[in-house]
């Protein structure tokens, strides 16, 4: 008799064309609507992979995503992806698919080896045996097992265009699943006039009624008769739930719409609905004999689908191992195809083996099977009844250890589990105002039972949304009567039975674990990585338990079961990157003048989310930046300064409320007046800087910088809306509507002067410090005679969008003056000179006493940070404060992070250099630190260590401020 | 993932919302003892249960709310105003 798996009929594939594809690089034939999983069955194929740990072979075990052997990579035009289940993999002409964890071939695999040295090869092995010395660990014993472990490869290709994206969906109710219960919920609840999303993971809607053909005709005038509110997405699964309604939906396109959406592959789906109803069906368990892992052992209801669906015999002298009357629609169907089968029923009686017998079935009750003969594929099966056993010959084995409620999706929102003892499994329940679970998902077997429970559920989302139902539903032909199962775990014989087939964790392992005290069950999942693989132990997570439970001593349901994790289902990083790749990756923020700055040669910096000029030349060095720089100090020059935060805070308590959230006073600035000022978190440390301007007596602006300003809105909201709810003042962000330039030099006054009109610029009328509202460039806007260069120095502030004229006045005007743009790095410069810190300094560590600014803080009245910050450990004047660096010797550079030590206790840092920059104004380089007790160190030299230069430079220890500390050219 | 019910906005997802912290107690008065201010910066209950806690909406209206939120189930008892005195459940 001819022996292994072969097409015998076209099952429910209606197109017969043969369709091409490659499995390691041999070509095969399926037809149209194929998994690569029948396609391959259907040509004699049982070998497809090997396993994780001892590279056993291995073949398939089911017909569906919780596939825990049969995975594959997959070449396509995105490149080389690992792990995609065969079992849901549609072939297409030209699919090109690789076995893999197999080397140098998938017949003959040499890491096998590890299969003899399995007793050495227990769970803990690498924790036990790798432990020392430490060293090897990194340099030898890492790598080797990462070499050896791992199942297959990514290899990225053609990342030009996304493949997948994100979508959003709302629904009054969230169907999953569309099996009889799940069809009936959504045809009630669409009935309804409820908007209804209904998720199935097949290519096609009717879950379990695909494989029974008494049953056709009914679900097709279900799937006729969906209201069109009821919107169906095949090929879609649920795989996360996050409360609150929320839940991910990971779709797979088909071939053809993937070809007409250029490539798009994979859509995550963020759905938010108001009810669930899960009707995601049950999973048929494994059962633990030794070589349970053997080609041609399959799950019952696999070799049902296989059959049935595709038309393909998973053997012709199959062997069923089954404990349950549900199972034996597999025996009928094979039975009904004319292949002859041994059923093995560890029950001594039941209905459904009786109807076997009768079909001329060979059933041997009170059996069990205990043990598998061949290696890369079965050749025979072990039965043993009363006591004695023997060989019989069999090509396949089809097993069903029962049925567990897939609520995953439920268990992993966090619903307890309650055992129930007739179905031997957990089954759940959602907590109040989520939905229900229907069907045989909530342990309901049988199609017609599934049907009327799919219609209480829908009836009670129905009352709790306050719906009207429609007509009653459609009456089913009752299920046939069936026998209890038994019990079916662990069949107790010595030798290798797996309970997860991916992991390769037996039952051995379990029972180590047990004895080395991993008696909980999240435990032995850590130490013997049972159901820690992608299947998440789908088929074989409660086995594990079981088998647990009886080396316990103890029940199943007193064990329970492994908390599932999202996602539900491995799904591809990209699928969870969407769109969000690249370019895309983050949002950009560009400036008013981004044109401009373009056309002018700028290099860009991102800043946060903005893209800023840092020089206006496209050659790396510093040439460019001290040549801007120089020339705002001997001359003229204008920089973009949009970025800083702009807070325009009004009302007839603006001043209190700056008060409160300012370490320094604002109610006495006078109008027309700006101030520089510091804002401290609660804890007394430094958050933030800037210049505040009264525009009136009630209307202020309020500067940030640019890396806090969105951080300081919402810190000013939050004591606006708490401490300071009783104030009259309200907070707009107007960062965006307003371009700011700088104009800086000692020339800046006369460019100004041409800009703006209605504004006396003399330094006696309009003061360093000084603000205004004045007509710039033609527009309305606003003068601040502020300055971070330095110099003397203008901002000027028009409307965003009157940016472009403004500022080439400004350049028109400086012609004369030689004015020129600057950067970022130029200012940078600049400023480091002057002494001003920006986030370098401002890290989050530092107190207003770090930075110099102790006397800003106000003794009157009550402030943010005001409490803390005098504690002890924020003003001792051994903390890091701000000094100057300089290097001895002038040709010497400094480095952002060197560390300053003194020469005698060269191990010990002392602080540490926050920013330098070459001088145009000094000799050399220049540079600012915080240095422990920093302040009496001044004249004192030390080291800048940067060990990873090899550089140890002398440096004196200065005044932050490397020019001009009586601010002379400031109030010029 | 939350939603938050915004009493100005309607259901909102909570990626449009910025967590502001314990709600439970107020800033102590300016005559405080630094002792005050500390247990007010630092120390938090960290219940097993319902806790009053800020959502700013930042990415919508920009008002505080204060949330009765379960820390366990993340039920959402009660959404208010930073004045109101919201009912925590049992």
Known sequence: ?972 | MLRIHCPWCGPRDESEFRYRGDASSERPGPGASPEEFARFTYERANPLGWHLEWWLHVGGCRQLLKVCRHTLTHEIAAVGRPGDALKVPG
């Open chain 1, 1 to 972: 008799m001819s022996d292994g798996p072969v097409r015998v009929g076209p099952g429910l594939l209606t197109r017969t064309t043969p369709l091409r594809f490659r499995f390691d690089g041999r070509e095969y034939q399926g037809l149209a609507g194929d998994t690569l999983a029948s396609a391959l069955l259907s040509s004699g194929v049982r070998l497809i992979g090997r396993s994780f740990k001892y590279h056993r072979p291995r073949g398939l075990v089911t017909a569906g995503p919780e596939e825990p052997c049969a995975l594959v990579e997959l070449l396509g035009p995105c490149g080389l992806e690992p792990n995609r289940p065969a079992t849901t993999l549609e072939i297409h002409d030209g699919l090109q698919a690789l076995s893999q964890n197999r080397w140098p071939s998938l017949a003959v695999d040499l890491r096998a080896i590890n299969g003899l040295l399995a007793p050495f090869l227990v769970a803990g092995f690498y924790y036990k045996t790798f432990m020392w010395p430490r060293s090897a660990w990194e340099r030898l014993y890492e790598p080797a097992i990462r070499r050896a472990a791992g199942l297959g490869r990514l290899v990225p290709k053609d990342l030009s265009h996304a493949p997948a994206e994100t979508v959003h969906a709302h629904a009054d109710v969230l169907v999953v699943g569309s099996g009889a219960a799940g069809l009936v919920a959504a045809r009630r609840l669409g009935d309804a006039g409820l908007r209804v999303l209904l998720l199935e993971q097949d290519v096609t809607s009717g879950g379990g009624t695909l494989l029974d053909p008494a049953w056709s005709t009914w679900r097709e005038s279900q799937q006729r008769g969906l209201s069109p509110s009821v919107k169906v997405l095949t090929r879609t699964a649920a795989v996360g739930a996050y409360g609150h309604g929320v839940y991910a939906a990971f779709e797979t396109l088909g071939i053809e719409e993937s070809a007409a959406l250029g490539g798009l592959r994979e859509r995550l789906h963020v759905i938010r609905a108001r009810r669930l109803v899960l009707a995601s069906g049950a999973l048929e368990r494994h059962v633990a004999f030794p070589d349970n892992d053997r080609p041609g052992v399959m799950l019952a209801g696999a070799a049902l689908a296989y059959l049935r669906r595709y038309g393909v015999a998973a053997g012709r002298r199959p062997v069923f191992f089954v404990n349950s009357d549900l199972a034996y629609e597999a025996v009928d169907a094979y039975l009904a195809a004319n292949i002859r089968c041994l059923v093995v029923d560890p029950r001594r009686e039941s209905l459904a083996a009786d109807r076997a017998r009768e079909r001329g079935a060979e059933v041997r009750a009170g059996s069990l099977v205990t043990g598998v003969a061949g290696t890369r594929a079965v050749r025979g099966v072990r039965v043993e009844s009363g006591g004695r056993g023997h060989w019989v010959g069999a090509d396949a084995l089809f097993v069903s250890g029962g049925y567990s409620p897939a609520i995953a999706l439920a268990s992993e929102a966090g619903t307890s589990l309650r055992w129930q003892e007739d179905i031997c499994a957990f089954i759940a329940e959602l907590e109040p105002g989520t939905g229900r679970i229907a069907g045989a998902a909530r342990g309901l077997f049988g199609m017609a039972a599934a049907a009327e429970d799919g219609a209480r559920a829908a009836d009670a989302v129905i009352a709790e949304l306050g719906a009207v139902p429609g007509a009653p539903p459609d009456s089913v032909q009752p299920d046939i009567e069936r026998s209890p199962l038994t019990p079916l775990w662990d069949v107790g014989q010595p030798g290798k039975a797996f309970v997860d087939l991916q992991n390769d964790v037996t039952t051995e392992d379990v029972r180590l674990s047990a004895r080395e005290g991993f008696e909980h069950v999240e435990h032995m999942k850590r130490y013997t990585t049972h159901t820690m693989a992608t299947d998440q132990g789908r088929i074989g997570g409660l086995l594990g338990t079981a088998v647990l439970a009886a080396a316990r001593g103890v029940a199943v349901a007193q064990v329970g079961q492994v908390r599932p994790r999202p996602y539900l289902q491995s799904i591809p990083f990209a699928a969870l990157a969407g769109a969000e790749v690249g370019e895309h990756f983050k949002p950009k923020r560009r400036l008013p003048l981004n044109d401009w700055h373009e056309a002018a040669g700028a290099t860009f910096v991102a800043t946060g989310l903005w893209l800023r000029p840092l020089v206006y030349s496209r050659e790396a060095g510093w040439g460019a930046v001290l040549a801007e720089a120089r020339a705002v100090r001997s001359t003229v020059g204008v920089t973009d300064v949009s970025t800083l935060g702009k807070i325009d805070v009004q009302g007839k308590d603006a001043a209190r409320f700056l008060d409160l959230v300012y370490a320094n006073r604002f109610d006495n600035l006078p109008v027309g007046r700006a101030r520089y000022g510091i804002m401290l978190r609660e804890d007394g440390m430094l958050f933030d800087d800037g210049t505040t301007s009264r525009l009136g007596p009630a209307h202020y602006l309020v500067t940030t910088t640019t890396a806090n300003s969105s951080a300081v809105l919402e810190h000013l909201e939050f004591q606006r809306q708490t401490v300071a709810r009783e104030l009259d003042v309200l907070l707009t962000d107007v960062t965006d509507e307003w371009a700011q330039f700088a104009v800086a030099g000692p020339r800046a006054r006369e460019v100004v002067a041409a800009v703006v009109e209605e504004l006396p610029l003399a330094a006696t009328e309009f003061p360093f410090m000084a603000a205004a509202e004045a007509v710039v460039a033609g527009t309305r806007g606003r003068v601040f005679r502020i300055s971070f260069s330095g110099e003397l120095a203008y901002e000027l502030a028009v409307p965003a969008r009157e940016a472009e004229r403004a500022f080439t006045a400004i350049l028109e005007a400086g012609k004369a003056h030689g004015i020129v743009p600057y950067g970022l790095d130029a200012l940078n410069t600049l400023r480091i000179e002057k002494g001003h810190i920006t986030g370098a300094e401002l890290n989050g560590n530092t107190s207003a006493d770090d930075l110099g600014f102790a006397r800003m803080l106000k003794r009157e009245g009550d402030f943010i940070g005001k409490h803390l910050a005098g504690r002890p450990g924020l003003v001792s004047p051994e903390r890091l404060q701000l000094v100057g660096v300089r290097p001895l010797d002038r040709r010497l550079r400094l480095r952002n992070g060197a560390q300053l030590v003194a020469p005698a206790a060269p191990a010990k840092s002392l602080g540490y250099i926050t920013s330098s920059t070459p001088s145009v104004e000094l000799e050399g380089w220049v540079g600012l630190a915080l240095l422990s007790a920093g302040r009496a160190r001044k004249g004192e030299t030390l080291l800048a260590a940067s060990p990873i230069h090899g550089e140890e430079t002398a440096v004196e220890i200065t005044s932050p401020h490397h020019l001009d500390p009586e601010n002379l050219r400031v109030r010029a």
